[in-house]
């Protein structure tokens, strides 16, 4: 049922994108040859840039899909013995103490490598394109 709803939902998007290319204003006269060769290079040009982009954040997310869950392991470990070291507190007061500060340190640790992970991921601000320029308030 969700794979028949999601085809219709993408017939009715490729209709509507369809529809509204018969719509548009007619580009500037010029030879037809020239023209079309322009306007399908420019098109060319902007569906390699978007796929490069797109690779460039599929790389990214590849390399640090390792280095997240790495970091996932580590942090969760460290936490865990440092909620053991606070349970013995009360019973071992020297082993609970070591435990906090262990588990602390590991899950310190864990947490750099996540952050180090996100960095790697991140792309930075985006650029405006060239039909679409976003408002200054809508990034913030």
Not at 56 to 76: P, S
Not at 85 to 113: F, K, N, W
């Given at each position: 049922?969700?794979?028949?709803?999601?085809?219709?939902?993408?017939?009715?998007?490729?209709?509507?994108f369809a529809h509204a290319q018969?719509?548009?204003?007619?580009?500037?006269?010029?030879?037809?040859?020239?023209?079309?060769?322009?306007?399908?290079?420019?098109?060319?040009?902007?569906?390699?840039?978007?796929?490069?982009?797109?690779?460039?954040?599929?790389?990214?997310?590849?390399?640090?899909?390792?280095?997240?869950?790495?970091?996932?392991?580590?942090?969760?470990?460290?936490?865990?013995?440092?909620?053991?070291?606070?349970q013995l507190l009360g019973t071992?007061?020297?082993?609970?103490?070591?435990?906090?500060y262990v588990g602390g340190g590991?899950?310190?640790?864990?947490?750099?490598?996540?952050?180090?992970?996100?960095?790697?991921?991140?792309?930075?601000?985006?650029?405006?394109?060239?039909?679409?320029?976003?408002?200054?308030?809508?990034?913030?």
């Amino acid at each position: 049922m969700k794979k028949l709803f999601l085809c219709a939902i993408l017939l009715f998007c490729i209709g509507g994108f369809a529809h509204a290319q018969n719509q548009s204003a007619p580009l500037q006269e010029a030879p037809a040859a020239t023209g079309m060769l322009t306007r399908s290079d420019s098109l060319v040009r902007a569906v390699s840039r978007l796929e490069m982009k797109q690779y460039e954040t599929d790389l990214r997310l590849y390399q640090a899909k390792k280095q997240l869950k790495a970091g996932i392991l580590v942090a969760t470990l460290g936490y865990s013995v440092t909620i053991l070291g606070g349970q013995l507190l009360g019973t071992r007061p020297r082993a609970g103490e070591t435990l906090l500060y262990v588990g602390g340190g590991i899950g310190i640790a864990g947490t750099v490598v996540l952050v180090n992970g996100f960095n790697k991921i991140s792309v930075g601000r985006p650029e405006s394109g060239l039909y679409f320029t976003p408002k200054e308030n809508t990034l913030r």
